[in-house]
């Protein structure tokens, strides 16, 4: 099976909810020394929506350096504002990005012709590759496999989708759908517990968050999929369902990822951007258990 489980790593933040580019650095160097398939900086997961564009910049010109080409780089770059979108990436792009991802547009209830409208002007005017981002239960829009394979066909630039939906239903429907004509586009899974579903029906693995602190189970299970070991894939599912009720400890998931990293030695702060608060002391407990349960602490 041909599958990659990229990390779509958090951003490190001080207590005053700025970058903290050295501390991002370390997290990138982590998850390259523990075998991650690639990085994706600026994700949900990675507070895009709170961090503005000089500081987005100023990310991606240290990630783009840290990660100096030894594993694919990739780029959150959506913006509801076209043109804001569009140069973003470009920027991202002409640093070194190995493509951008483009969250579709949100708030407003939008018809699909709005939908491939904006995909559509994105695509024409960035000067490299794209995945689209599905996300649901944030935009309130669902990209359908209908649609995405309007866009397969009329973009070549458009070379995956990041399918973060709680039904692997879809997902499996995209895939039959969309590589039926389009065998490279690339479908990624974006929960964790979807990697094995994901590879066994031909898809091409997950962009999900537990690899940020448990980047050795990601890997593992990666390479395990990558050798058709299908004994090892089995228990590495067991141990990535173990971690997922990680994402249940608090209504906020993403300080208590970023409490996990730090439990397990990552030299980062807990802060995230306000108004998310850090993990406290009871969610602090329940997220060390669950990391001992899983032999990771």
Same mark, same amino acid.
């Not at 099976?1 to 700025?18: F, L, Q």
């Not at 694919?72 to 509801?80: A, K, N, Q, S």
């Not at 940020?212 to 070991?229: I, L, S």
């Given at each position: 099976?041909?599958?990659?489980?990229?990390?779509?790593?958090?951003?490190?933040?001080?207590?005053?909810?700025?970058?903290?580019?050295?501390?991002?650095?370390?997290?990138?160097?982590?998850?390259?020394?523990?075998?991650?398939?690639?990085?994706?900086?600026?994700?949900?997961?990675?507070?895009?929506?709170?961090?503005?564009?000089?500081?987005?910049?100023?990310?991606?010109?240290?990630?783009?350096?840290?990660?100096?080409?030894?594993?694919?780089?990739?780029?959150?770059?959506?913006?509801?504002?076209?043109?804001?979108?569009?140069?973003?990436?470009?920027?991202?792009?002409?640093?070194?990005?190995?493509?951008?991802?483009?969250?579709?547009?949100?708030?407003?209830?939008?018809?699909?012709?709005?939908?491939?409208?904006?995909?559509?002007?994105?695509?024409?005017?960035?000067?490299?590759?794209?995945?689209?981002?599905?996300?649901?239960?944030?935009?309130?829009?669902?990209?359908?496999?209908?649609? $995405?394979? +309007?866009?397969?066909? =009329?973009? *070549?630039?458009?070379? @995956?989708?990041?399918?973060?939906? !709680?039904?692997? %239903?879809?997902?499996?429907?995209?895939?039959?759908? $969309?590589? +039926?004509?389009?065998? =490279?586009? *690339?479908?990624?899974? @974006?929960?964790?517990?979807?990697? !094995?579903?994901? %590879?066994?029906?031909?898809?091409?693995?997950?962009?999900?968050?537990?690899?940020?602190?448990?980047?050795?189970?990601?890997? @593992?299970?990666?390479?395990?999929?990558?050798?058709?070991?299908?004994?090892?894939?089995?228990?590495?599912?067991?141990?990535?369902?173990?971690l997922m009720s990680i994402y249940n400890v608090g209504q906020q998931f993403i300080p208590m990822i970023k409490k996990a990293m730090i439990l397990r030695g990552?030299?980062?702060?807990?802060?995230?951007?306000?108004?998310?608060?850090?993990?406290?002391?009871?969610?602090?407990?329940?997220?060390?258990?669950?990391?001992?349960?899983?032999?990771?602490?």
């Amino acid at each position: 099976m041909n599958v990659r489980w990229i990390t779509p790593a958090v951003t490190a933040m001080s207590r005053d909810g700025h970058v903290d580019l050295e501390a991002n650095e370390r997290i990138y160097q982590n998850l390259i020394e523990k075998g991650m398939d690639g990085i994706l900086i600026l994700g949900s997961i990675g507070e895009f929506y709170a961090i503005g564009l000089e500081e987005k910049k100023q990310l991606i010109d240290r990630a783009v350096s840290a990660v100096d080409g030894q594993v694919p780089l990739y780029v959150g770059t959506g913006h509801m504002e076209i043109d804001e979108c569009v140069n973003l990436s470009n920027y991202a792009l002409g640093k070194g990005a190995r493509a951008v991802v483009v969250i579709s547009p949100y708030y407003m209830n939008l018809p699909d012709s709005a939908i491939l409208n904006f995909y559509g002007q994105v695509a024409r005017n960035i000067q490299g590759d794209m995945i689209l981002y599905n996300f649901p239960a944030r935009t309130g829009y669902d990209l359908r496999p209908d649609l $995405v394979w +309007k866009l397969a066909g =009329n973009y *070549q630039n458009i070379i @995956g989708l990041k399918d973060t939906v !709680g039904d692997m %239903a879809h997902t499996r429907a995209m895939i039959q759908k $969309v590589k +039926k004509d389009f065998p =490279n586009f *690339q479908i990624y899974s @974006g929960f964790d517990e979807f990697f !094995g579903h994901n %590879a066994l029906s031909g898809g091409d693995g997950c962009i999900a968050g537990l690899s940020n602190f448990a980047p050795e189970v990601a890997a @593992g299970n990666a390479r395990a999929a990558r050798t058709d070991d299908l004994k090892s894939m089995c228990l590495y599912q067991r141990k990535v369902d173990e971690l997922m009720s990680i994402y249940n400890v608090g209504q906020q998931f993403i300080p208590m990822i970023k409490k996990a990293m730090i439990l397990r030695g990552m030299e980062m702060e807990p802060f995230c951007a306000q108004p998310m608060r850090e993990a406290d002391e009871g969610e602090t407990e329940e997220i060390q258990s669950i990391l001992k349960q899983a032999k990771l602490l």
